[in-house]
């Protein structure tokens, strides 16, 4: 059987604000889903444009006390389980998360835009929602399940050319993404996550204007381009995922993106940023391929 997928992140909230956001419906609404409704102890429930198979409630509630919230959640009729656990850290919160039921590593790259194999962005980006709502920051994307269209436009407080170098340079790339990035920065040159002799499937860079763009293609088709524009003393970035198939759209990677983007902003924004994942473990990923030192 799978181990439970789980992650670690750092809040810099108070923990009783974390687990209200966590708990009260608007709150939900505000950076998970687009309806919920909780009534504690008894009903936790979230669905909507926002969320996998969000047509209708799926969750049942199993746990809400001393910080844990812990629920039932049928995903492509498997029954999985949520838990989410609070723990003071200073003046700041550790959250905890697992998901049991989920595909490992190379089930997930087989099919992940699946509704079980894309929990794992989902929650990526809802976890980096939640944590930009409670820090009082806006949030920078959420994905709309039941449209193709995948563009963003997302303002950053920062130089252009510093956001270029944050996206151009592979070791900047790795810092804030908390994937590894190797890459040939030219037109034509190979781009891959983890190693450029590992990976057997790399993209390719096929569109570079130094200070203002990149595009990667894939080879399925699949095309992903960053667009930066002065804005105000800070920079808008229009992030756009292009050449898929409307009938399956890559949600998966889709939300993948977004809450990279969503830390590339804080990796600017905040003046003593440090990576928000301080754990990641899904079963079978490659050793390395993750990193979470910030460096």
Same mark, same amino acid.
């Given at each position: ?20 956001? &966590?708990?009260?419906?608007? *709150? &939900?609404? %505000?950076?998970? =889903? ?21 047509? +209708? ?6 746990? #809400? ?11 492509? $009729? ?13 003046? %700041?919160? #550790? ?13 997930? &790259?087989?099919?992940?835009? =699946? ?42 407080? #920062?130089?252009? $050319? ?5 996206? *151009? ?19 034509? $040159? ?5 190693? &450029?002799?590992?990976?057997? #499937? ?9 200070? =203002? +763009? ?6 399925? @088709?699949?095309? %992903? ?5 002065? =804005?105000? @003393? $800070?920079?808008?970035? %229009? ?12 949600? @998966?990677?889709?939300? @993948? ?39």
């Amino acid at each position: 059987m799978t181990e439970p997928t789980r992650f670690r992140v750092r809040v810099r909230a108070p923990i009783d604000e974390v687990w209200r956001a &966590l708990t009260e419906a608007e *709150a &939900l609404r %505000t950076w998970l =889903s687009e309806y919920a409704e909780v009534e504690l102890p008894s009903r936790y429930e979230f669905w909507g444009r926002y969320t996998p198979e969000g047509d +209708r409630p799926r969750q049942r509630l199993l746990l #809400a006390e001393d910080n844990v919230l812990r629920f039932a959640w049928t995903v492509e $009729g498997t029954d999985t389980v949520v838990e989410i656990a609070l723990t003071e850290d200073g003046d %700041t919160t #550790a959250l905890s998360f697992s998901q049991t039921g989920l595909p490992d590593f190379d089930a997930l &790259l087989a099919d992940p835009d =699946s509704p079980l194999g894309m929990m794992h962005t989902f929650w990526a980006l809802s976890v980096t929602n939640l944590v930009d709502h409670v820090e009082g920051r806006s949030l920078t994307a959420r994905c709309d399940l039941t449209s193709p269209l995948m563009s963003e436009e997302v303002l950053i407080d #920062a130089p252009r $050319g510093e956001v270029y170098a944050s996206i *151009a340079d592979p070791g900047v790339f790795t810092r804030w993404f908390g994937a590894r990035i190797e890459a040939e920065v030219e037109v034509g $040159g190979r781009w891959a996550m983890g190693s &450029l002799e590992q990976d057997p #499937a790399p993209a390719k860079i096929v569109d570079l204007v130094p200070g =203002s +763009r990149m595009s990667l293609a894939y080879q399925h @088709g699949v095309v %992903t381009s960053w667009e930066l524009e002065d =804005s105000d @003393g $800070g920079t808008k970035l %229009t992030f756009v995922q292009s050449g898929f198939s409307e009938e399956k759209p890559p949600y @998966g990677s889709w939300m @993948g993106w977004l809450s990279g983007v969503a830390e590339l902003r804080r990796f600017h924004e905040i003046d003593d940023w440090v990576p928000l994942w301080t754990e990641v473990y899904l079963e079978g990923m490659p050793e390395g391929l993750i990193t979470l030192d910030g460096k």
